[in-house]
T-cell receptor
């Protein structure tokens, strides 16, 4: 069965610092991977997705993620964090239509 | 254009009561999904509708849970005889439904219904 692990429950970074959120997946075939952001009181918003081609994927709000098959990872990065990036971030894996498997999320706090 | 909407935004009910949660997908989206998000956890898939095909109900946790969809529009998730462990945020999402099996499609999420069972 497929699974997604986000090892960091909570991360705190200073505004302007770089950010990396980890995501590891378990699946036997080619994964379809997504990163979502959930701000308080709002629904999930897609940041970026990977399903083929270039392993470095660019998303919205200055985020990017790199797919590494050898490490079964899809880590999310941003070179300079803004206070508005404080939110919860979810990594997800699609293997069959509708059956997205989500990680438990990483809560990002941004210090001024 | 309008996004996915859900109602009510909050629902408090007593254990044993039935509740109905509503989802209005984005117009033109043929695929619709329901998820449950317990506090501090990720999303759990519940059910998936695609056009006129039979829904994929494999994620429904018990027979107390059911969902219907009218054509390619509104969907209702019903929880009968609610239990305290049903307390969660219930999220609905929709997608175009154009891509085969929807593997790479972007899902657009509603704001969710926060359910509290006392």
């Amino acid at each position: 069965a497929q699974s997604v692990t986000q090892p960091d429950i909570h991360i705190t970074v200073s505004e302007g610092a770089s950010l990396e959120l980890r995501c590891n997946y378990s699946y036997g075939a080619t994964p379809y991977l997504f990163w979502y952001v959930q701000s308080p009181g709002q629904g999930l918003q897609l940041l970026l997705k990977y399903f083929s081609g270039d392993t470095l994927v660019q998303g919205i709000k200055g985020f990017e993620a790199e797919f590494k098959r050898s490490q079964s990872s899809f880590n999310l990065r941003k070179p300079s964090v803004h206070w508005s990036d404080a939110a919860e971030y979810f990594c997800a894996l699609n293997t069959n239509a509708g059956k997205s498997t989500f990680g438990d999320g990483t809560t990002l706090t941004v210090k001024p | 254009g309008a996004g996915v909407s859900q109602s009510p935004s909050n629902k408090v009910t007593e254990k044993g009561k039935d509740v109905e949660l509503r989802c209005d997908p984005i117009s033109g989206h043929t695929a619709l999904y329901w998820y449950r998000q317990r506090l501090g956890q990720g999303l759990e898939f519940l059910i998936y509708f695609q056009g006129n095909s039979a829904p994929d109900k494999s994620g429904l946790p018990s027979d107390r849970f059911s969902a219907e969809r009218t054509g390619e529009s509104v969907s209702t998730l019903t929880i009968q005889r609610t239990q305290q462990e049903d307390s969660a945020v219930y999220l609905c999402a929709s997608s175009l439904g154009e891509v085969l099996r929807g593997l790479s499609e972007t899902q657009y999420f509603g704001p969710g219904t926060r359910l509290l069972v006392l």
